[in-house]
């Protein structure tokens, strides 16, 4: 390596460090204001080049009043995590080898490490281990990526390829929901051309849940084709849906099921939580983050998809320029990450994921949840002691709810579950947790 390189490296790797020691006594809220962020930052255009030395000294001196501190351990807002040690360290390997990790062909070793990666989640995650999955950018783009298999495959049951003939004319295909859906969930509908008029809210339980005869009612309506989307740990109250209800009543009319458990799906890694996703494993598809709970550097989401040939017609691409994995016989064929995932040059961000489970292990991030849980309890509980308050919903896993009353209040009621057009800051949360019941969704894909 040119010297000039490494002293470059030696200094940003001491900035990280340095930023990185801060955290746990700097203030979490950034200090700068809108104006001295663009004053500081806003150059204008270079004509001519700066050092690089000076560039990052520079980057980490201007940015340094603007930046949240929600990597720390003080920082309660919202589903955002910090970083892995050994997945921030091999994210910074990413970037340093720059593979891109579209194809085999171009990065044989770490393809092999998302093979490696993936086949670790679903173990994980309790999914089965024949459904395909894709590393994305994050839930959003995994919930297209799985209800682009969903769509493949509910439509060419009825006799149309939507990937050739597309949307206009096909038979209309309603989505489902509690009607407490992540937005990610609408926007995904809007992406894949199907339009939010069909989403179908069906309403919640008292607790916050799919109410079950009211999907029972909504499958039965019709015979068009219908995804319903199910959630593990939904961002206001932290619900679980009864996967195992819920997916039965789905097979029965041939719907498929996913799982949006970007935060709430890692529950399923410790004992004390796991049967809040009692029957997750019976749904159709499910989308998580690695960099929720998982705490990797963003960004990295996950889809997985109980029939890969759905996935892969959804997703897959031929290029004649393109050097294809070949179908060896003897040998499982190498992955063409491509063939997975809705984008074509991209990061291998396999490898930070790689990394933190090495460095865990299923027992650390068991661990990691348990406690992340019992420090949501413990700060529910002491908040709510402090004079004027009042919890309103104590934690099922990571988010509760607290509100201070005004000195002259006396009592107003709860305020309403109104998910939609809230943040994801911690609203009420349920108590119970979903029942256990019988059969997995029939696989038909
Ligand atoms: C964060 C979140 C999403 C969106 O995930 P991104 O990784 O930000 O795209 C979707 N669903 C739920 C429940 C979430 O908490």
Redesign the pocket.
């Known amino acids: 390596m040119h010297d000039d390189s490494r002293e470059l490296l030696d200094r940003t790797a001491a900035h990280a460090a340095e930023f990185l020691a801060g955290l746990d006594a700097r203030p979490v809220a950034p200090a700068g204001s809108l104006t001295e962020l663009r004053e500081a930052l806003g150059r204008s255009l270079p004509e001519e080049g700066t050092d690089d030395v000076r560039v990052v000294d520079e980057l980490v001196r201007d940015t340094a009043e603007g930046l949240l501190a929600s990597a720390g351990g003080r920082f309660f807002g919202?589903?955002i995590g910090g970083g892995v040690p050994a997945a921030l360290a091999a994210d910074w390997l990413t970037a340093t080898w720059d593979q891109n990790a579209a194809m085999h062909a171009c990065g044989p070793a770490l393809a092999v490490v998302e093979e490696v990666t993936g086949a670790w989640l679903k173990q994980l995650l309790g999914l089965p281990e024949e459904a395909s999955f894709a590393f994305?950018?994050?839930?959003?783009?995994?919930?297209v990526t799985a209800l682009a298999a969903a769509r493949h495959a509910l439509l060419a049951e009825r006799g149309w390829d939507v990937e050739r003939r597309g949307l206009t004319g096909a038979p209309p295909l309603r989505v489902l929901t509690s009607g407490e859906?992540?937005?990610?969930?609408d926007r995904a509908v809007r992406l894949l051309g199907l339009g939010t008029d069909q989403l179908q809210a069906v309403g919640t339980d008292a607790e916050g849940r799919i109410d079950l005869p009211a999907l029972d009612r909504a499958l039965a309506e019709s015979d068009d084709p219908t995804v319903v989307c199910l959630?593990?740990?939904?961002?206001n109250t932290g619900a679980f849906d009864p996967f195992e209800e819920a997916c039965s009543l789905a097979a029965a009319r041939r719907a498929w099921v996913h799982v949006?458990?970007?935060?709430?799906l890692w529950a399923v890694v410790s004992d004390r939580h796991r049967h809040l996703l009692s029957g997750v494993g019976a749904a159709d598809s499910w989308?998580t983050?690695a960099?929720?709970w998982l705490n990797v550097p963003?960004?990295?989401?996950l889809a997985f998809v109980r029939h890969p040939s759905a996935h892969r017609e959804a997703m897959s691409i031929r290029a004649s320029y393109l050097v294809h994995a070949a179908e060896e016989s003897g040998t499982p064929p190498a992955r063409d990450q491509l063939d997975w995932t809705p984008e074509w040059s991209r990061r291998a961000r396999a490898v930070p994921v790689y990394a933190a489970i090495r460095a865990l292990g299923r027992r650390g991030i068991a661990e990691m949840i348990d406690r992340c849980v019992d420090h949501a309890h413990r700060l529910v509980t002491g908040i709510g002691d402090l004079p004027g308050a009042e919890v309103l919903a104590r934690p099922l896993i990571n988010q509760g709810l607290v509100r201070f009353r005004a000195r002259t209040e006396t009592t107003t009621p709860a305020p309403t579950r109104s998910s939609r057009e809230s943040n994801?800051k911690a609203r009420p949360g349920s108590a119970e947790p979903p029942g256990r019941a019988s059969e997995p969704c029939a696989s038909r894909w």
């Open positions: 919202w589903v994305t950018t994050g839930a959003q783009s995994a919930h859906q992540h937005a990610s969930i959630q593990a740990g939904e961002i949006d458990g970007a935060f709430g989308t983050d960099h929720k963003f960004d990295s989401g994801e």
